[in-house]
């Protein structure tokens, strides 16, 4: 069996964490007994400066044949943040009908939250995030620029089946797991699309009896999410708030450098994509100190989409055995003082 992998290494420090990590795909194919092949595009925000775009026009036709995308980070200082995520991560996940954006959060043996109290395993929860509509549709518009009747109206879209697509998948991940879901949204607020959300979760949820459902508001959700993160197992939220949420996640569980997502299209008729959270964090990019394990584990979701599920748990357990040992490399975020590229090479050693 060969896997084609799309590797898209973005701005910042995307493309340290992609580089350093690139080898374990090979080490996971030896591994695993099956082959990989992989396509680098240097697509980014440097292309955006030099030619104005920051992917050719042919992008989701030269992408679609691969069997998965792995990216590092998009973001650059110099250009606006609404001008990269849609030159690059939104057009990508819309044209492959990426519905779903599946983010876990734990808390490994060795790593330190910043909340007082708990321990490795106190805290392991997952959001899954609607990943193509929502607050982020381009539905809107902006009108009579530079006067004092400057206008701008931004519509959030919700559709049954982008909404059931999401809220399905979080149901069957919390029937595998502790069997509690949390559902996120502003329903008092937003009357219509957030109310009808709820009436699509309901309306699920009489599909999974065995499944234990809680309602929040996000204020709600994000304050619980500090105040009491161990009771959470499966959290279901719009794109916007999903997005607020993980941020949240990834720092109670001690740190952003540890966060991977997958970006999933649940029918399988395009490719997913696999990146970490973190971004481009141009204020260290260059220094090679970046923490690549929310890379490496994005690696482990990857070869779990795949099929490849022997492959992705050893992946994670090098991680967890690397976090446990208090002799190993770790990189600034975690207190250490060690290089995003040791830290691979000792990955790479445990693996």
């Not at 995307?14 to 595009?41: H, K, Q, S």
């Not at 989701?60 to 691969?66: A, D, F, K, R, V």
């Not at 029918?267 to 260290?284: L, R, Y």
Request: charged share 25%.
């Amino acid at each position: 069996m060969t896997y084609s992998i799309s590797i898209l290494p973005g701005d910042g420090i995307g493309v340290e964490v992609i580089d350093a990590t690139r080898p374990l795909l090979d080490d996971a194919a030896n591994a695993g007994g099956f082959d990989v092949e992989t396509t680098r595009y240097d697509w980014g925000s440097e292309r955006y400066l030099e030619a104005g775009s920051m992917m050719p026009d042919d992008a989701i036709e030269t992408l679609e044949p691969c069997d998965a995308i792995l990216l590092g980070a998009v973001g650059h200082p110099e250009i606006p943040d609404h001008v990269t995520l849609r030159g690059m991560m939104l057009p990508i996940r819309k044209a492959f009908d990426q519905q779903v954006c599946k983010r876990p959060s734990v808390l490994f043996d060795g790593v330190e939250s910043p909340l007082r109290g708990y321990d490795g395993g106190d805290i392991d929860f997952v959001v899954y995030r609607e990943n193509t509509e929502g607050e982020y549709a381009d539905a809107g518009g902006h009108e009579h620029r530079g006067y004092p009747h400057e206008v701008a109206v931004q519509t959030a879209v919700y559709t049954r089946k982008g909404t059931e697509t999401v809220v399905r998948a979080a149901f069957e991940e919390a029937r595998s797991r502790e069997g509690r879901l949390t559902n996120v949204t502003k329903s008092n607020a937003q009357a219509h699309g957030m109310v009808f959300w709820d009436r699509i979760v309901e309306e699920v949820s009489s599909e999974y009896p065995d499944v234990t459902v809680e309602r929040l508001l996000v204020d709600a959700a994000s304050m619980d999410l500090v105040r009491r993160p161990e009771e959470f197992d499966v959290l279901v939220a719009s794109n916007l708030f999903g997005d607020i949420l993980t941020d949240i996640g990834a720092i109670v569980s001690g740190s952003m450098g540890m966060a991977p997502s997958a970006n999933i299209n649940v029918e399988g008729h395009s490719p997913s994509m696999f990146e970490p959270v973190h971004g481009s964090a141009p204020d260290i990019a260059g220094r090679g100190i970046a923490n690549p394990l929310a890379t490496v584990l994005s690696v482990s979701m990857l070869f779990d989409h795949l099929g490849e599920s022997e492959v992705a748990r050893d992946i994670r357990r090098a991680v967890e055995s690397q976090l446990a040992d208090e002799t190993a490399p770790r990189t600034p975020d975690l207190g250490g003082s060690s290089t995003t590229e040791t830290v691979v090479e000792d990955i790479r050693t445990r693996l």
